[in-house]
Each structure stands twice: as structure tokens, then as C-alpha cells.
């Protein structure tokens, strides 16, 4: 919780929701107003905020409904894609996935990631879902590997290990990297960034 709406809760002496609402006048609503925006602007979405609402957008499905206990077919389909994607590109476990999906135990997680694995090496309708949930996640993050590693299962038919996924979707660099006109030097971010450019007398080496 930030300072500011702790100091907030504490001028208007807000112990529970029922005196929370008790205090709202037109000066102070417009307060905590600016105080969420600004919380808003400053946040850093995690990738499985954007996997789960790049699949929430993309399936037409709410976020109650994503994080409900609902097994329509449409929601269940968001559901173990976001699982699949988050799975790829976090080193969390099971659980701490579970958890992030809305409560779901391990054992679901699991059977969430190899079903979607099993579907996009039979059924077309599901590689398209999955294809394109990649695509949309692509100027961001490469999902490369994992697309060449579910096209291998596809072409072989072999049984699902899933650890082979893990970390096969990766984070582009972002970091803006000054370079000078210098044979032989590298020029690396200060932040411990793995990026460089790396002038060779007759090539430019980007890595």
C-alpha cells in the first residue's frame, strides 16, 4: 500500500469498509481518485497480467469470469492457453500458477499445460488460438522457441514433456544502448543488460 493512501486512511481514521464509504465527500473522492490513477500509471505489468488479458481480449471473456469456477467452454479455452503461455514464460511452479489463475491446484495446472499441447498437435481451431496468441505477444516477447518446440511434438506425435517449454518464451531487450563509431569496442547497457554492439573493422556484431 503507498504512503500516500495510508496517510489517506489514517486523516479520515478509515479502519473498515463501512466508515471507508462513510467519508466520501466530492474533495476527498477526487483524491483517492488522482491517488488510483497515479497507481495506475506507475504500474509495471507482470507478463501474466498481459497473457491474461491479451487472452481475456482475444476469447471476449471478463476477468470475473477468467478467475470464476465457470467450465463454459470458451472461458475454460482463455484459462488453459494463459496457463500454457505463463507456464512457457515464468520459472514459477504449478502452484504459484494456480494460484495466479485463480486458485487452481497444481494437478490442474498441469493437465491444463499438456492439453494444449495434445490439442495443437491435432486440432487445427487450437494451433490457430495459440498461434495467435504468440503473434500478439511477439513485439514484446519472443515466443520463437516455444513455437518450434510445439512444432516438434506436432511433427513426431511424442509424449508431452512439458519441462522442455519452460522458459521458451523470453523477454525482448528493450534497453537503449549508445554506440560509438569505435573499432573493437563494446558498448553495453549500465543497467546489466546482456545487449551489445560489438565494431569489428569490416562488420557490426549485435548481440
Do not use: W
Not at 178 to 186: F, K, L, R, S, Y
Request: glycine share 6%.
Amino acid at each position: 500500500m503507498s504512503n500516500s493512501l495510508i496517510q489517506f486512511l489514517d486523516r479520515y481514521r478509515i479502519k473498515n469498509y463501512r466508515e471507508f464509504l462513510n467519508v466520501f465527500t466530492n474533495e476527498n473522492a477526487k483524491e483517492l481518485q488522482r491517488m488510483i490513477i497515479e497507481k495506475e500509471e506507475n504500474y509495471v505489468y507482470s507478463f501474466e497480467d498481459k497473457v491474461i488479458d491479451l487472452l481475456c481480449r482475444t476469447h471476449d471473456v471478463t476477468r470475473k469470469q477468467f478467475f470464476s469456477r465457470s467450465r463454459e467452454r470458451f472461458i475454460i479455452d482463455a484459462r488453459y492457453i494463459a496457463t500454457l503461455l505463463i507456464y512457457a514464460g515464468t520459472n514459477y511452479s504449478l502452484s504459484k500458477i494456480g494460484q495466479l489463475i485463480g486458485g487452481k491446484d497444481h494437478a490442474t495446472i498441469l493437465h491444463a499445460v499438456k492439453k494444449m499441447v495434445d490439442l495443437y498437435q491435432v486440432d487445427s481451431i487450437y494451433r490457430a488460438y495459440i498461434d495467435e496468441a504468440m503473434l500478439l505477444l511477439d513485439k514484446e516477447y519472443d515466443c520463437g522457441t516455444l513455437k518450434q518446440r510445439l512444432n516438434e511434438r506436432r511433427a513426431i506425435r511424442t509424449s508431452v514433456k512439458i519441462l522442455d517449454l519452460k522458459g521458451t518464451i523470453t523477454r525482448r531487450a528493450t534497453d537503449v544502448i549508445e554506440v560509438q563509431d569505435t573499432a573493437n569496442i563494446v558498448f553495453a547497457p549500465d543497467n546489466g543488460g546482456s545487449g551489445g554492439i560489438l565494431f569489428g573493422a569490416h562488420s557490426v556484431c549485435v548481440f
